[in-house]
């Protein structure tokens, strides 16, 4: 075997998933941090409020993405409810 060949072997069977990986995980980060960027209104008081992209880790993304609501403490009221996303013309 040339080793052109296992040259090309490790970038089939090592690095192109490993790329491909990579590339999954920035799009959903990427994803996270446009969803974190519209508020979220508090069902009780109608407070409008922001919050990190981290804490929209994939399942809550997922959640937020696909109902528009996602249970949040309102940073105004204390209350934890279920908050509605005000992205993408909700």
Excluded: H
Aim: net charge positive; hydrophobic share 45%; glycine share 6%.
């Amino acid at each position: 075997m040339t080793f052109a060949q296992r040259v090309l072997i490790f970038i089939l069977t090592d690095l192109a998933p490993l790329l491909l990986s990579l590339a999954f995980i920035i799009f959903i980060i990427r994803q996270q941090i446009k969803c974190a960027k519209d508020p979220f209104v508090c069902p009780n008081c109608g407070e409008k409020f922001y919050i990190k992209w981290w804490q929209l880790f994939v399942g809550r993304y997922l959640f937020v993405e696909l109902t528009g609501k996602t249970v949040l403490t309102c940073p105004r009221c204390g209350q934890k409810d279920r908050c509605r996303w005000t992205g993408r013309g909700r």
